[in-house]
């Protein structure tokens, strides 16, 4: 299962799976170098960033940013 990081509220990390349901986890349980809108993968019960999938999306995003000002 994928999650996005959405928000942190204090100990807590407000997550957007893939269906779009919210799920909050334990900060303590997301990767030190994971920041908003960052993916997670679940695996094993670990969370673990997913660099490729959080790069693949800030440029898709980026790149509608870019269409929409033009």
Known sequence: MEYIIDRFEGKKAVCEAE???TT???KELIPDDAGEGDVLV???GNLFL???ATEARRKRIRDK???LIK
């Open 42 to 44: 679940s695996s094993k």
């Open 24 to 26: 909050v986890f334990d």
């Open 50 to 52: 997913n660099k490729e």
């Open 19 to 21: 269906d779009g349901s």
């Open 65 to 67: 940013f870019n269409k």
